[in-house]
């Protein structure tokens, strides 16, 4: 155990190994009294007028957890209590509107709030009351008008609906998924146009944007609209097969609201928030009986989990290096990536940068490891988590016919495929060929393969790109595939 473990702070708070002063730096002790300096933070607050969800998934909780996690401090307004979990709604309790107004107050008056949000109103008093704040407020609020949960369990009287439009006119941003654009406007969402002319429509009726989500328009595409008054936009993303999408929609403007208040701009917080949510349900969290809860803190574990992943890299190289595999190095050198847990983009995937090389003596990286580094092996490792999203580590290597007789020696699944075969359309798209190698691949076996061989083509070198869920797998695979040479 090393000096800091055994350095320890006792259950009384005191000190277990000498004083104060001796454990700590002059910078933090008030030496007239031996106390540690306090060291506040100065952070964005960002408040939710919403309901809670006893199941966490949803609402106030939801909502919290995502603002903490995008840089705000969260304050809340609870509207009323849900007995609620994975399956659905149990019962709910509304509160009085004072008892509600009676919390707004108390953050407003002493936080300064710098954007809010709602979501479960429940009661056309209580959305009147929301409306009210919202006209007085000096900050941004986002309005989110909770009507049904994911479950199909009604969570706003129909007499409410009718008073969503004084609210609608106070808001820097509304979003509502098709089926709340509709009980708004009248608009039937369907498609592009129709999400344009609801998001019009919520912008006449005074809001300053509205964003019409597209999760609940049948297509394998997710479009969410945002329209202002002078301009539209589309984002869009690939739908995800999934049912944990309880929660998503507080998410989403739960992180929009905590961007605003740390000062981004609306297109900003939007595309921001759009991500995140994507990101969310993606890797949903498999909790309770039902289909589950969307991730509230992906981003910031995805963050966290950047350093180690790079260090695995660098020790993956190390082993490369030490047991030198400069038989299996191609001429274009070899690569080592590894992704974030929950890595989507190149930028989120560590990688040699200038690749691992034949030397005289054996084999050596070019430079460091840094994010971003690597595009071939990077965006085949990110296509091949679509498919297998506990794939984290990949290296490309050498094929040959004495690499191909390897292979077959051992006990893998090995995938291929043939760039001949590859659509003009795809050659012709900027990154999409490791995208249809990596589909192709998957089709050709069952289950994950070990390695996936390209054949190559004119001008395009052969290649063997081994995958793994991690850096010390990846090492062993690569390892036995030189020792089977």
């Given at each position: 155990?090393?000096?800091?473990d ?16 001796d454990a ?10 031996g106390?540690?300096?306090a060291?506040?933070v100065?952070?964005p ?5 919403a309901?809670?969800d ?6 106030v909780q939801a909502?919290l ?5 995008h840089g ?7 509207t009323a209590v849900t007995?609620?979990?994975?399956r659905?709604?149990?019962s709910?309790h ?7 107004a009676?919390q707004?107050?108390?953050?407003t008056g ?5 954007a809010?949000k709602?979501g479960?109103?429940?009661?056309a ?9 919202a006209?007085?407020a000096?900050?941004?609020v ?15 009287d ?6 969503y439009?004084?609210?609608v ?6 979003t509502?998924?098709a089926?709340e ?5 009248g608009?039937d969402v369907t ?9 019009e ?12 989500k597209?999760?609940?328009?049948p297509?394998e595409?997710v ?7 002078d301009r539209?936009c ?7 097969d999934?049912?944990?999408?309880h ?8 992180a929009?609201?905590?961007r605003?208040a740390?000062?981004d701009?609306?297109?900003e917080?939007?595309e921001a928030?759009?991500?995140?949510a994507?990101?969310a349900?993606?890797y949903?969290?498999?909790?309770g ?13 995805n ?10 890299v660098?020790?993956v190289?190390?082993?490369?290096v030490d047991?030198d595999v400069s038989?299996l190095v191609p001429?274009v050198?070899t690569n080592?990536v ?5 890595a989507?983009?190149v930028d ?6 200038g ?10 990286p070019?430079?460091g490891?840094?994010f971003g580094a690597?595009s ?10 679509e498919?297998?999203p506990d794939?984290?580590f990949?290296?490309?290597?050498r ?8 292979l ?8 291929e495929?043939?760039r001949?075969?590859?659509?003009d359309?795809?050659?012709?798209a900027?990154?999409?060929?490791m ?9 050709s076996?069952e289950?994950t ?13 052969a290649?063997t790109?081994?995958?793994?869920g ?5 090492t062993?695979?690569?390892l036995?595939?030189?020792d089977?040479?």
């Amino acid at each position: 155990m090393s000096d800091e473990d055994t350095d320890a702070t006792d259950l009384d708070g005191d000190r277990a190994n000498g004083s104060d002063a001796d454990a700590t730096t002059d910078r933090g002790v008030d030496r007239s009294t031996g106390a540690r300096r306090a060291a506040p933070v100065a952070t964005p607050v960002a408040l939710t007028v919403a309901g809670s969800d006893s199941g966490g998934g949803a609402g106030v909780q939801a909502d919290l957890k995502t603002i903490e996690a995008h840089g705000a401090f969260g304050t809340s307004a609870v509207t009323a209590v849900t007995a609620q979990h994975t399956r659905g709604v149990e019962s709910t309790h509304v509160l009085p509107p004072a008892e509600v107004a009676a919390q707004i107050d108390a953050v407003t008056g002493d936080f300064d709030v710098r954007a809010a949000k709602t979501g479960m109103l429940a009661t056309a008093e209580i959305v009147e009351l929301a409306a009210d704040r919202a006209a007085a407020a000096d900050f941004p609020v986002v309005v989110d008008p909770v009507m049904v949960a994911a479950s199909g369990d009604r969570l706003l009287d129909r007499e409410a609906e009718d008073a969503y439009a004084d609210l609608v006119a106070e808001a820097a941003l509304v979003t509502p998924n098709a089926d709340e654009a509709a009980v708004l406007t009248g608009v039937d969402v369907t498609d592009r146009e129709s999400a344009v002319a609801a998001g019009e429509e919520l912008v006449a009726m005074g809001a300053d944007a509205a964003l019409v989500k597209g999760g609940h328009v049948p297509g394998e595409t997710v479009r969410d609209v945002l329209v202002t008054s002078d301009r539209t936009c589309a984002h869009h993303h690939p739908r995800i097969d999934t049912d944990a999408t309880h929660g998503s929609g507080c998410a989403l403007s739960a992180a929009i609201a905590a961007r605003l208040a740390r000062g981004d701009d609306l297109g900003e917080a939007v595309e921001a928030g759009v991500d995140f949510a994507t990101r969310a349900v993606r890797y949903s969290l498999d909790v309770g009986e039902g289909a589950g809860s969307v991730h509230h803190s992906v981003e910031v574990r995805n963050r966290a989990a950047r350093e180690s992943t790079a260090e695995a890299v660098r020790g993956v190289v190390r082993e490369f290096v030490d047991t030198d595999v400069s038989a299996l190095v191609p001429e274009v050198g070899t690569n080592v990536v590894g992704a974030t847990p929950y890595a989507e983009r190149v930028d989120e995937t560590a990688a040699v940068e200038g690749r691992v090389t034949r030397t005289l003596s054996g084999v050596k990286p070019n430079r460091g490891v840094r994010f971003g580094a690597s595009s071939h092996v990077a965006r085949f490792l990110l296509s091949c988590r679509e498919f297998d999203p506990d794939l984290r580590f990949a290296a490309n290597c050498r094929f040959d016919v004495d690499v191909e007789a390897a292979l077959d020696s051992l006990d893998w699944a090995v995938a291929e495929y043939d760039r001949g075969s590859e659509p003009d359309e795809v050659k012709e798209a900027e990154g999409s060929t490791m995208q249809w190698g990596a589909r192709r691949a998957f089709e050709s076996v069952e289950g994950t393969p070990v390695a996936v061989v390209d054949r190559g083509e004119v001008g395009k070198e052969a290649m063997t790109k081994i995958v793994a869920g991690d850096a010390d797998e990846l090492t062993e695979r690569v390892l036995a595939l030189a020792d089977s040479l």
